[in-house]
DNA sequence: GTAATTGCAAATACTTTGCCACGTA
DNA sequence: TACGTGGCAAAGTATTTGCAATTAC
């Protein structure tokens, strides 16, 4: 479900736990949990999404916000904006990250690659205005096919993604 | 504070009132007052920000949610995702839609021409994938001039925009 | 032992809904 | 008159904060 080469999921995440246990968190359970479940779905997701996996299913969803801040502020994780309301967050891959296609009626979500000129773009815009650290987020929205066959079937407001 | 030629913003107003009573709403006094502050206004800014200005003042914002939702399902106003907490709203101009570069600490806003090719990109993912309406939203986010000067003076996490 | 972490309750921010009075056409 | 609209109260959803108990190191 990842492409890091010769290191298994479990690898994976017990390496960016030491990396963050390196900058000063603690090797909880908590912790650790949320990176595995991370690792092993890469796709953005809500807190909500996060918190109702199985190995987070007992943990406080408090806990999962200010973990998530945590990782945030450590570059291990970014929070995309895919749907009007909550947050998404997914594990900081290598290499540029990508954007999303989404269905506003189902919030079904596919991966595409953003002009290289919008990275341009952000270097641009750093020098010639004075901003530092530009990124950029791009989303396109639209209906997906399944959702786009007339009144097929009930409309999914899924809170979770 | 607009591009329309030979009008005056009173006059654009009165147009889109119009446009808009043609398809079944009524002339109201919300209605009118709201619409010539977004053609004065024509940035984006979030319902606190539209509830502040002096002829909204007195209007309920349950009834700027209202209004809003019909303007922008009659595509005169359209909403962007700029802060992480509120949604935004803006008068739709003639012509490509604006993108915008956000500071991530004041709020402080400045337009971005986005590349042609999201719009060729647009069409194309409606074409090879089956998705329909597909539209995009851009945004770069980073720290202005202002904001990048190390603790100068106090932060500001206003609330509307 | 010390500092980070967690859970719980409560607060905050934004948005939506129900209901009834009122205004526009 | 009839239906869109506006206000008020309340509910709903997402997120943040305070504080005391617990846990990692």
Redesign the pocket.
Same mark, same amino acid.
Request: proline residues 0%; hydrophobic residues 45%.
């Given at each position: 479900m990842n492409t890091y080469h010769h290191s298994t999921e479990a690898d994976v995440a017990e390496a960016i736990v030491s990396q963050l &246990?390196a900058r000063?968190? %603690? #090797?909880? /359970? =908590? $912790?650790r949990n949320l990176i595995r479940e991370m690792v092993a779905h890469p796709a953005p997701g /809500?807190? =909500?999404h996060w918190a109702g996996l199985p190995s987070l299913r007992? $943990?406080?969803?408090?806990?999962l916000? %200010? $973990?998530m801040?945590?990782l945030e502020q450590a570059d291990v994780v970014r929070g995309v904006h895919l749907g009007? #309301? =909550? &947050?998404c967050f997914q594990l900081i891959q290598p290499g540029p990250q990508p954007d999303y296609l989404v269905c506003t009626n189902c919030g079904d979500l596919q991966p595409v690659e953003a002009p290289a000129e919008l990275r341009q773009m952000e270097q641009q815009l750093a020098r010639q205005s004075g901003w530092q650290g530009v990124r950029h987020e791009l989303e396109f929205f639209g209906l997906c096919p399944d959702c786009t066959a007339p009144h097929t079937e009930d409309q999914v407001h899924s809170?979770a993604r």
């Open positions: &246990q000063g968190l %603690r #090797r909880t /359970a =908590a $912790l /809500a807190i =909500a007992e $943990l406080n969803s408090v806990t916000y %200010r $973990l801040m945590k009007e #309301r =909550a &947050q809170t």
